[in-house]
Structure formats: structure tokens, C-alpha cells
Nanobody
Framework: QVQLVESGGGLVQAGDSLRLSCAAS????????MGWFRQAPGKEREFVAT??????LYKDSVKGRFTISRDNAKNAVYLQMNNLKPEDTAVYYC????????????WGQGTQVTVSS
């Protein structure tokens, strides 16, 4: 069983930066595809970014502003968010795909990010 715990959310102004962290338990973390998703009020949860051995993927609207990274030695994945916009306001979730594909079977509880204009 893998547990994911996010941290680093908060209230910031447009143009500011935040770094989200996700701490993962489990001995096989390094083989997982890891991702960040978000859900804004009244909207469906959406993909933000993923990272696996083959590289990274980003939602078009965050390309050039957000960077996903991981530290397998620390069982952690990060999301550096720069030049934040009000439309980035959402609950951000860390997710893991244990088979190394994009079928995410582990999810964190989420961390709130609020960007004021």
C-alpha cells in the first residue's frame, strides 16, 4: 500500500510562485509514474503534469510555468509553479501509477492553492 501526502499549498498573489511537495511511502516508488492533478470548484479534476522514466508531460496551459520533478532517494515528487494565475486556483492532488503507465491508482488528499488577482 502506498500513501501520498501533499504539502506546500497556500494563498498567493498572481505572479507569485509556489512549490508543492508529495511524500510517498513504499519501496517501489521509483518505478511509478507520478503525476499532479487539480480540481477547481465546480469543475472536473484535470491533469497538470506527469513524470516517468520516459520524461515529463504538461497540460498546455501550464507549460513554461510549472515544472514537475522527483527525488527517488527521498520518495518525493515536486511541482514548482511560477507566474501563478487566478485560473490556477484549485485543489492539487498528487497521484501514482504503480504499473508505470498512466493508470493512476494511488491518490493523495490534496492541497489547496489559491491565487488572488
Amino acid at each position: 500500500q502506498v500513501q501520498l501526502v501533499e504539502s506546500g499549498g497556500g494563498l498567493v498573489q498572481a505572479g507569485d510562485s509556489l512549490r508543492l511537495s508529495c511524500a510517498a511511502s513504499g519501496r517501489t516508488f521509483s518505478t511509478y509514474t507520478m503525476g499532479w492533478f487539480r480540481q477547481a470548484p465546480g469543475k472536473e479534476r484535470e491533469f497538470v503534469a506527469t513524470i516517468r522514466s520516459g520524461g515529463t508531460l504538461y497540460k498546455d496551459s501550464v507549460k513554461g510555468r510549472f515544472t514537475i520533478s522527483r527525488d527517488n532517494a527521498k520518495n518525493a515528487v515536486y511541482l514548482q509553479m511560477n507566474n501563478l494565475k487566478p485560473e490556477d486556483t484549485a485543489v492539487y492532488y498528487c497521484a501514482g501509477a504503480s504499473k508505470g503507465d498512466y493508470d493512476f491508482d494511488y491518490w493523495g488528499q490534496g492541497t489547496q492553492v489559491t491565487v488572488s488577482s
